[in-house]
């Protein structure tokens, strides 16, 4: 289950009163740094960027590829630990703008993450250290340290477990 906590609106939908749950001007300076990092090429000046004027909390050597699409609204509730990889155009959401209700969750990702392209990761969820996220996947869930999970919806294709036991006979993983 996502951690998340909603917020009921009556009337119109609840992204009508967008600007009821988040200023105008954040909007609009979190859009223009996002649209700058997305093609910035140099992967330590991007972190500084998210670090400094988004105010997410990202881990030592994390790499952001071209185009990741990060939440507009509320980015700060974001947290990438050291060493992650997130994947071409993946779009990480920590809000979601529903008829009757919005929700907000925090997102961790943990250490040594590789999460592959165009990936969509839904707020409120936990993303364990060592985790592989396949390519195109929807994370709507947590996602168990040193698993690897794909699909849409997604499941869990080798456990932690299975995942070791794959890597103890493969040469790349062997080291000398």
Same mark, same amino acid.
């Given at each position: 289950?996502?951690?998340?906590?909603?917020?009921?609106?009556?009337?119109?939908?609840?992204?009508?009163?967008?600007?009821?749950?988040?200023? /105008?001007?954040?909007?609009?300076?979190?859009?223009?740094?996002?649209?700058?990092?997305?093609?910035?090429? /140099?992967?330590?000046?991007?972190?500084?960027?998210?670090?400094?004027?988004?105010?997410?909390? @990202?881990?030592?050597?994390?790499?952001?590829?071209?185009?990741?699409?990060?939440?507009?609204?509320?980015?700060?509730? @974001?947290?990438?630990?050291?060493?992650?990889?997130?994947?071409?155009?993946?779009? @990480?959401?920590?809000?979601?703008?529903?008829?009757?209700?919005?929700?907000?969750?925090?997102?961790? @990702?943990?250490?040594?993450?590789?999460?592959?392209?165009?990936?969509?990761?839904?707020?409120?969820?936990?993303?364990?250290?060592?985790?592989?996220?396949?390519?195109?996947?929807?994370?709507?869930?947590?996602?168990?340290?040193?698993?690897?999970?794909?699909?849409?919806?997604?499941?869990?294709?080798?456990?932690?477990?299975?995942?070791?036991?794959?890597?103890?006979?493969?040469?790349?993983?062997?080291?000398?």
């Amino acid at each position: 289950m996502r951690r998340t906590t909603r917020y009921p609106v009556s009337g119109a939908n609840s992204l009508w009163h967008v600007y009821k749950t988040v200023p /105008f001007l954040k909007v609009i300076k979190n859009f223009i740094v996002i649209q700058l990092a997305r093609y910035m090429p /140099f992967l330590r000046c991007k972190n500084w960027m998210y670090r400094n004027f988004l105010r997410m909390k @990202i881990g030592d050597q994390t790499s952001f590829a071209l185009m990741v699409m990060l939440d507009i609204m509320f980015p700060e509730k @974001i947290k990438i630990g050291k060493n992650s990889v997130i994947g071409y155009n993946t779009t @990480i959401l920590a809000h979601e703008y529903l008829i009757e209700e919005y929700r907000l969750g925090e997102i961790e @990702i943990g250490d040594e993450v590789m999460i592959g392209a165009n990936t969509t990761i839904l707020p409120g969820v936990k993303i364990g250290d060592g985790a592989i996220i396949s390519a195109g996947t929807l994370v709507h869930k947590d996602v168990p340290a040193g698993s690897f999970v794909g699909g849409n919806p997604m499941a869990i294709i080798y456990s932690a477990a299975e995942m070791k036991e794959r890597k103890k006979n493969n040469p790349v993983y062997i080291l000398e």
